[in-house]
Each structure stands twice: as structure tokens, then as C-alpha cells.
């Protein structure tokens, strides 16, 4: 029974050093922390002076450690009081005040006869101790801050629900195997004939109320358990090895004896946690990487297919694309039952569901969340995730009762913020993880990532249709000055021929040659205002994954008329090319402006050319992007008329009235414009006498 009392004691000691710093380290600013690191620290000082008792080898040292023991043990209960306080966020400031009050003095007075007056053999243990009078008060504080501890956890437990409730369960559990087997430890104290045979449950006690701390999603149980044993394990190990050295060395030969070489093996245990913790987190956190890569596999190929989707957000064209693809990823990576997304638009206030997976209902059919719910109001004070069966507790009222409504009836568990900057768009609202399982912290922080992603995307789409909406502006005054002076010269030669109709009306070659002009420059003003309209058009169109090499084949039929009656060659860029996802229409028009201004600019040239060739370089963040030149032998452009070709009315071609005039300079306006509405971009470079290329940049699908 000694030899079960110092390994159970051992490992007691262990498990509540090695759970306390790790539940410290991970979150040392959370008071709830703080208290439970407190705690599980005196279960541990209690553990060593348990041991250190049951290895004495005469009675004054283990009269002395069972005193120590005794000091240390009044302070469980009190600790484990505040920790319950923390844990159910109740204030109970006049029972922790008394229960400090009481346990401080009694520790004090442990020291001393009044409470252990000797220790004699009992039970087949040499030295057990014997109870001076004060001992009963001291169990009665002890026994009165456990009971009152439990009572208040069974009447959270009854008031709770769903995963709120089967935590409770785990902490009232590993409570009542936890102080049941420590229990075991009084009844020799009074000759009752019950060995301390439940001392092993003491570090069941401690991880139970460690699993309390998986409310505050600080670890994984699973995780948290082995991690315990692993860090245990590596600790006990060197502390055994300091003690064998000690043993065959020189050192604890002769005056020394087992309990001196215990003592320094369990200073070397706690400079190894101190090390571990403290100044090695490169090694805890290789042990960490070990761990979890045996533990959780799957969990953490699902872990990496999120980060690989928050990367690509912003890559994805279609807003609605980015809506349905979050809550899809999300839901299978998470193993969710549902999922939706609720968002408002720049000028909207209330929230409507905008994409949803897995049993939620279809965006119609949900209605929109006003700024003043409860939820939204949550999420906007603390700017964090919400679990639900979290904050349900700390509410009260009407925003206590919608949030419990949320979580029972549409079972919402978790609501994440969609954040930019301190724009807040909505939320993901998740339900619960399939198998009962829980959102750990890296789960949470993940989505969060993706949140802040979709936020940031939206902002940066805001941003860029302002961008857009000034450019048109700017683009308008341009417009109109270009316009009155195209315009103008149509409307001179109307008003012209108009003035003179009075004197010269009974002309009949006149008359004709009016009417001419007349439906020349009617056509001609058409012309102007369709491509007017063609380059002010914003009108979102549909995109699909598009083959630009076919798109460049059927330009080419488009045009060959116009090729063979100006003996214009063409070289098509080698087939196979990948695909882009863009609009057919959209891109047909952009090549053939370009094939069109070409074969103007290559008019009277010898050997008139133009040819298209391709390339697959890579852009930014491993994309690949597709270059297309689309270049000719003509004429060229003047330098100074090279840096303004993409603005509206800037033209190389005559503007008369002859069969080659139409040059508005509207063209490669409109080109630019479909190119850039492609997420992509177009230059130009030219030699006078040599030719001008046209470079294309198109993100692919490649």
C-alpha cells in the first residue's frame, strides 16, 4: 500500500503541474486561468508532501511533511470554490473573502500540534497521523467548501442545456471521483480501518475540472489528455534519470538517503517543466506538432484545407460565388450540420441570409435580422466568435431568451463576425459539429481568418465600385467634350445646308445633295451615341471558363472578308490553350476591335501581318496568368499618342468623311474596359515604322 500511495502520489503531482501550466500557458491572461492554474498548483504541493510522507524513514520527518500536507490541503477546497465561482461566473465575494479568511489561519496552525499532534503506526502504515482537536474544524471548513462547490455546480447543471449541460456533467463527475478517492485519506485519521485506496482518482479530479476549461475552448479533450500524459511522461523520465545518476554517482553516497535523492529528482521535475514551458517552447511545441499529427489527422487535413480556401477568397470573381463557397467549405472542412451566412449590403441595415448549407433553409425563406437583434448586438460588442451556450449564461432578459431560441430552435452554436477594418457585415452562423464535437481553438480562429477574408473582399469590392463610379465621372467629362466636338462637325454641316434651303430649295441637285448630308451625318451621330453607350455600359454579365484560342478562331472568321480584301496575314496561337473564366461575347468584341484597328494600321504596308501568340507565366501568390500579343508590321504610334491610346477619343485614324473615317477613338476604350472587368490588363507598345503589340494579361484556370 506505501509503494501504490508515493506512484499514485506521483502521478497526482504530475498531471496537476503539467494540466495547470498548460491550461496557464495557453491563455495566461484569462482570470478563470489564473484560479485554475491555482488550484491545480496546490493539488500538486500536496501530492509532492504525500509522497514525501509516505518516504520519511523516521517519524519526525514524516510528522513534518504530514503537517505540510495537512497546511496545503485546506487550501484545495478554497481554491476549487473560486474556480467553480469563475467557471459559472457567479459573485460570491463574502464566501471567498470567509473561505480565505478561514483556510489561511488554519494553514498556519497546521504547522503546529493543534491540528496533527503525532504520528504512530496504523493500518500497516509506520507513521499515520493522529488528529489534535482542531482538526475537526478543519474538516468542516474543507468538507463545507466541497459540498457548496458541488451544490452550486448541480444547480447550473439543472439549468443548463446541450453542451453547456454535458460539460457541467464531466466537472460534477471528475468532482465527485476526484474528492470521493481523496476522501479515502481520513478515515485512518479517526481508526476507521479504510486504507486510502482511492488516492489514484485524485488526478481524475483534477482532469475533470480541466475538461471544464474546454467551455473556453482552450483544448480539445482528447488532446488535452494526452498532452497531460506526454508532458508527464517526458518530466517523470528526466526526474528518474537525475535520480539513478544521483544513486550511482558520488554524490548522495553516505550521508544522503532515498529521500534526499527524491528531493533533488523532483527539482530536476520542475526545472524540467519550468524549461518546457517557459523557456522551451520550441520543444513543446514539436511535441505539440507530434501529437496532434498522430491525434488528429483528418482534423488537421480539414485544418489545412481552410487555410488553403482564405487564401483564395479574394481570387474568386462573383460575390455570390464567394458566399456559396464559404459556407460550403466551412460545413464539409467542420463536419456541420448547417451553416448559413447572414449579410447587408453597403446601404442596407438589416441582415438577410445570402448563402446557406447543409439543413438550413433557402435564403427566401429566412427572414432578415434588423441591426437590434439580440445576436447582432452580441457580435458587435465583443467583435469575437460567439458560442451561443456560452453566452446564453451571461445574458439576461429578452437578448438571454433570442439567443437561447437561436441555439435551441435553429440550433445556431457558433456566430462568427464578418469583419473589415470596423465595418461590420454580418456573421456565419454554424450549427453543431456532427459527432458531438467541439469548436477547438483552432477551428474558431480559422473561420475567423475566413471571416476577416470575405470581409476585407467585400470592402475591397465597395472600394473599387466607388473607384469605378469616379473614374466614370472623370470619364464623363471627357466623354461630353469629346462628344460635343465629334458631334459638332455633323451638326454644321446640317445647319449649313439648312440655311440655304430657303434660297436654293427649288433645286433638285441641291435637294439631293441635302438629303445626302443629311442621312450621312443622321448615321454619323448614330454611330457616335452607340458607342457612346457602348463604353459607358456597366452592366454586370455572366462568366464561365472560356477556351481564348477559340475566341481568337472566330474573330478570325468574323473578319476574313476583311483580311482577304486587304491581304492581311494571320498566325493564330497554337491550340490547346487554357481556359480563363471570363464572358464569350465580351472577349470577341475586344479581339476584334483589335483585329480591326490592325488591319486599318496596316493599310498600304508590304507584307501586311498580324499575329496572336500566347503564354503561361506566374503572377502573384502562385496564379497563373495568360499572356496574349496580338501584334502587327503597320505603320506604329507616336510616342506622344502611344500614353494616351487607351483613353476615349484619342485615335490614329482619320476622322473625315472618307471610306476609311470611324475613328472615334472609342475602341481600345472600350477594350481596356472589358480586359480590367476580367481582373486583368492590357499595354501597348509600338515603334514607329515597325508595328505596334498589344500585351493581354488574363488570370487562368491553370
Same mark, same amino acid.
Given at each position: 500500500?506505501?509503494?501504490?500511495?508515493?506512484?499514485?502520489?506521483?502521478?497526482?503531482?504530475?498531471?496537476?503541474?503539467?494540466?495547470?501550466?498548460?491550461?496557464?500557458?495557453? /491563455? *495566461?491572461?484569462?482570470?478563470?486561468?489564473?484560479?485554475?492554474?491555482?488550484?491545480?498548483?496546490?493539488?500538486?504541493? $500536496?501530492?509532492?508532501?504525500?509522497?514525501?510522507?509516505?518516504?520519511? *524513514?523516521?517519524?519526525?520527518?514524516?510528522?513534518?511533511?504530514?503537517?505540510?500536507?495537512?497546511?496545503?490541503?485546506?487550501?484545495?477546497?478554497?481554491?476549487?470554490?473560486? !474556480?467553480?465561482?469563475?467557471?459559472?461566473?457567479?459573485?460570491?465575494?463574502?464566501?471567498?473573502?470567509?473561505?480565505?479568511?478561514?483556510?489561511?489561519?488554519?494553514?498556519?496552525?497546521?504547522?503546529?500540534?493543534?491540528?496533527?499532534?503525532?504520528?504512530?503506526?496504523?493500518?500497516?502504515?509506520?507513521? $499515520?497521523?493522529?488528529?489534535?482537536?482542531?482538526?475537526?474544524?478543519?474538516?468542516?471548513?474543507?468538507?463545507?467548501?466541497?459540498?457548496? %462547490?458541488?451544490?452550486?455546480?448541480?444547480?447550473?447543471?439543472?439549468?443548463? %442545456?446541450?453542451?453547456?449541460?454535458?460539460?457541467?456533467?464531466?466537472?460534477?463527475?471528475?468532482?465527485?471521483?476526484?474528492?470521493?478517492?481523496?476522501?479515502?485519506?481520513?478515515?485512518? $485519521?479517526?481508526?476507521?480501518?479504510?486504507?486510502?485506496?482511492?488516492?489514484?482518482?485524485?488526478?481524475?479530479?483534477?482532469?475533470?475540472?480541466?475538461?471544464?476549461?474546454?467551455?473556453?475552448?482552450?483544448? &480539445?479533450?482528447?488532446?488535452?489528455?494526452?498532452?497531460?500524459?506526454?508532458?508527464?511522461?517526458?518530466?517523470?523520465?528526466?526526474?528518474?534519470?537525475?535520480?539513478? #545518476?544521483?544513486?550511482?554517482?558520488?554524490?548522495? *553516497?553516505?550521508? =544522503?538517503?532515498?529521500?534526499?535523492?527524491?528531493?533533488?529528482?523532483? #527539482?530536476?521535475?520542475?526545472?524540467?517543466?519550468?524549461?518546457? !514551458?517557459?523557456?522551451?517552447?520550441?520543444?513543446?511545441?514539436?511535441?505539440?506538432?507530434?501529437?496532434?499529427?498522430?491525434?488528429?489527422?483528418?482534423? =488537421?487535413?480539414?485544418?489545412?484545407?481552410?487555410?488553403?480556401?482564405? /487564401?483564395?477568397?479574394?481570387?474568386?470573381?462573383?460575390?455570390?460565388?464567394?458566399? /456559396?463557397?464559404? @459556407?460550403?467549405?466551412?460545413?464539409?472542412?467542420?463536419?456541420?450540420?448547417?451553416?448559413?451566412? !447572414?449579410?447587408?449590403?453597403?446601404?442596407?441595415?438589416?441582415?438577410?441570409? /445570402?448563402?446557406?448549407?447543409?439543413?438550413?433553409?433557402?435564403? %427566401?425563406?429566412?427572414?432578415?435580422?434588423?441591426?437590434?437583434?439580440?445576436?447582432?448586438?452580441?457580435?458587435?460588442?465583443?467583435?469575437?466568435?460567439?458560442?451561443?451556450? &456560452?453566452?446564453?449564461?451571461?445574458?439576461?432578459?429578452?437578448?438571454?431568451?433570442?439567443?437561447?431560441?437561436?441555439?435551441?430552435?435553429?440550433?445556431?452554436?457558433? #456566430?462568427?463576425?464578418?469583419?473589415?477594418?470596423?465595418?461590420?457585415?454580418?456573421?456565419?452562423?454554424?450549427?453543431?459539429?456532427?459527432?458531438?464535437?467541439?469548436?477547438?481553438?483552432?477551428?474558431?480562429?480559422?473561420? &475567423?481568418?475566413?471571416?476577416?477574408?470575405?470581409?476585407?473582399?467585400?470592402?475591397?469590392?465597395?472600394?473599387?465600385?466607388r473607384a469605378n463610379q469616379a473614374e466614370k465621372l472623370i470619364s464623363l467629362g471627357t466623354l461630353a467634350a469629346g462628344l460635343a466636338h465629334e458631334v459638332r462637325n455633323p451638326l454644321v454641316s446640317i445647319r449649313t445646308f439648312a440655311a440655304l434651303l430657303e434660297e436654293q430649295g427649288g433645286d433638285a441637285e441641291f435637294r439631293r445633295e441635302f438629303r445626302a448630308v443629311v442621312e450621312r451625318?443622321?448615321?454619323?451621330?448614330?454611330?457616335?451615341?452607340?458607342?457612346?453607350?457602348?463604353?459607358?455600359?456597366?452592366?454586370?454579365?455572366?462568366?464561365?471558363?472560356?477556351?481564348?484560342?477559340?475566341?481568337?478562331?472566330? @474573330?478570325?472568321?468574323?473578319?476574313?472578308?476583311?483580311?482577304?480584301?486587304?491581304?492581311?496575314? !494571320?498566325?493564330?496561337?497554337?491550340?490547346?490553350?487554357?481556359?480563363?473564366?471570363?464572358?464569350? %461575347?465580351?472577349?470577341?468584341?475586344?479581339?476584334?476591335?483589335?483585329?480591326?484597328?490592325?488591319?486599318?494600321?496596316?493599310?498600304?504596308?508590304?507584307?501586311?501581318?498580324?499575329?496572336? *501568340?500566347?503564354?503561361?507565366?506566374?503572377? &502573384?501568390?502562385?496564379?497563373?496568368?495568360?499572356?496574349?500579343?496580338?501584334?502587327?508590321?503597320?505603320?506604329?504610334?507616336?510616342?506622344?499618342?502611344?500614353?494616351?491610346?487607351?483613353?476615349?477619343?484619342?485615335?490614329?485614324?482619320?476622322?473625315?468623311?472618307?471610306?476609311?473615317?470611324?475613328?472615334?477613338?472609342?475602341?481600345?476604350?472600350?477594350?481596356?474596359?472589358?480586359?480590367?472587368?476580367?481582373?486583368?490588363?492590357?499595354?501597348?507598345?509600338?515603334?514607329?515604322?515597325?508595328?505596334?503589340?498589344?500585351?493581354?494579361?488574363?488570370?487562368?484556370?491553370?
Amino acid at each position: 500500500m506505501i509503494t501504490y500511495c508515493i506512484l499514485t502520489a506521483l502521478i497526482n503531482a504530475a498531471t496537476s503541474l503539467v494540466l495547470g501550466a498548460v491550461v496557464y500557458f495557453k /491563455r *495566461r491572461d484569462e482570470r478563470k486561468n489564473q484560479i485554475f492554474t491555482l488550484f491545480a498548483a496546490t493539488v500538486a504541493i $500536496w501530492s509532492v508532501f504525500y509522497m514525501l510522507w509516505h518516504l520519511a *524513514r523516521d517519524a519526525d520527518t514524516a510528522l513534518f511533511h504530514t503537517r505540510c500536507l495537512t497546511a496545503v490541503a485546506i487550501l484545495i477546497p478554497i481554491a476549487y470554490f473560486h !474556480f467553480v465561482v469563475e467557471l459559472l461566473e457567479l459573485r460570491r465575494p463574502r464566501h471567498l473573502l470567509a473561505g480565505y479568511a478561514l483556510a489561511l489561519p488554519l494553514a498556519v496552525l497546521a504547522l503546529t500540534p493543534l491540528l496533527v499532534r503525532e504520528v504512530e503506526p496504523r493500518g500497516g502504515f509506520p507513521f $499515520w497521523p493522529v488528529p489534535a482537536p482542531l482538526y475537526s474544524l478543519y474538516l468542516a471548513v474543507f468538507f463545507y467548501f466541497v459540498c457548496y %462547490s458541488v451544490m452550486l455546480l448541480v444547480a447550473a447543471y439543472r439549468g443548463s %442545456s446541450g453542451g453547456r449541460r454535458n460539460q457541467l456533467r464531466y466537472v460534477l463527475l471528475g468532482t465527485s471521483i476526484g474528492f470521493g478517492g481523496g476522501t479515502t485519506n481520513f478515515f485512518l $485519521w479517526y481508526d476507521i480501518p479504510i486504507p486510502p485506496v482511492g488516492n489514484g482518482l485524485v488526478a481524475l479530479y483534477v482532469l475533470g475540472v480541466g475538461y471544464a476549461m474546454i467551455r473556453f475552448r482552450l483544448l &480539445e479533450f482528447n488532446v488535452l489528455l494526452v498532452r497531460v500524459l506526454a508532458y508527464s511522461a517526458v518530466i517523470t523520465a528526466f526526474a528518474l534519470i537525475v535520480a539513478v #545518476a544521483a544513486e550511482a554517482g558520488p554524490l548522495l *553516497r553516505g550521508p =544522503l538517503n532515498i529521500e534526499g535523492s527524491f528531493l533533488l529528482s523532483l #527539482a530536476a521535475a520542475l526545472a524540467a517543466t519550468t524549461l518546457m !514551458f517557459v523557456w522551451g517552447p520550441t520543444v513543446r511545441d514539436r511535441l505539440d506538432a507530434f501529437l496532434e499529427a498522430r491525434l488528429l489527422r483528418n482534423r =488537421l487535413t480539414d485544418r489545412a484545407r481552410l487555410r488553403l480556401f482564405a /487564401r483564395q477568397i479574394g481570387s474568386i470573381g462573383d460575390e455570390e460565388d464567394i458566399f /456559396r463557397e464559404t @459556407v460550403q467549405a466551412v460545413a464539409e472542412a467542420l463536419a456541420v450540420d448547417r451553416a448559413a451566412l !447572414f449579410l447587408r449590403s453597403e446601404f442596407e441595415t438589416d441582415f438577410r441570409l /445570402r448563402a446557406a448549407s447543409g439543413t438550413a433553409a433557402s435564403p %427566401s425563406s429566412v427572414p432578415a435580422l434588423t441591426g437590434d437583434s439580440a445576436l447582432v448586438q452580441l457580435l458587435q460588442s465583443t467583435t469575437r466568435s460567439v458560442l451561443l451556450d &456560452e453566452a446564453e449564461p451571461s445574458l439576461a432578459g429578452p437578448a438571454r431568451e433570442a439567443v437561447g431560441r437561436l441555439r435551441r430552435v435553429q440550433r445556431v452554436e457558433l #456566430a462568427v463576425p464578418i469583419y473589415a477594418d470596423t465595418l461590420f457585415y454580418g456573421f456565419l452562423a454554424l450549427g453543431p459539429r456532427q459527432q458531438h464535437g467541439i469548436f477547438a481553438d483552432a477551428d474558431i480562429a480559422l473561420i &475567423e481568418a475566413i471571416g476577416l477574408q470575405v470581409g476585407l473582399t467585400l470592402r475591397a469590392r465597395q472600394l473599387e465600385r466607388r473607384a469605378n463610379q469616379a473614374e466614370k465621372l472623370i470619364s464623363l467629362g471627357t466623354l461630353a467634350a469629346g462628344l460635343a466636338h465629334e458631334v459638332r462637325n455633323p451638326l454644321v454641316s446640317i445647319r449649313t445646308f439648312a440655311a440655304l434651303l430657303e434660297e436654293q430649295g427649288g433645286d433638285a441637285e441641291f435637294r439631293r445633295e441635302f438629303r445626302a448630308v443629311v442621312e450621312r451625318d443622321v448615321r454619323r451621330i448614330g454611330t457616335i451615341v452607340e458607342h457612346v453607350a457602348a463604353f459607358a455600359e456597366n452592366t454586370q454579365v455572366k462568366f464561365a471558363p472560356v477556351r481564348v484560342d477559340e475566341v481568337v478562331q472566330a @474573330v478570325y472568321e468574323i473578319a476574313r472578308p476583311e483580311f482577304v480584301r486587304t491581304g492581311v496575314a !494571320f498566325i493564330a496561337p497554337a491550340p490547346g490553350l487554357p481556359a480563363i473564366h471570363g464572358n464569350y %461575347s465580351q472577349l470577341l468584341q475586344v479581339f476584334l476591335n483589335l483585329f480591326q484597328n490592325a488591319i486599318h494600321a496596316l493599310d498600304g504596308r508590304p507584307a501586311p501581318c498580324i499575329e496572336v *501568340r500566347a503564354q503561361v507565366v506566374g503572377g &502573384e501568390d502562385d496564379a497563373r496568368v495568360l499572356v496574349l500579343a496580338v501584334a502587327d508590321n503597320g505603320a506604329g504610334i507616336e510616342p506622344v499618342l502611344l500614353a494616351r491610346i487607351f483613353e476615349p477619343f484619342i485615335t490614329t485614324k482619320a476622322t473625315g468623311n472618307g471610306p476609311q473615317r470611324g475613328g472615334m477613338g472609342l475602341g481600345l476604350a472600350i477594350v481596356k474596359r472589358i480586359v480590367e472587368g476580367h481582373r486583368g490588363a492590357i499595354t501597348a507598345t509600338s515603334e514607329p515604322g515597325r508595328g505596334t503589340t498589344f500585351l493581354i494579361h488574363l488570370p487562368c484556370q491553370c
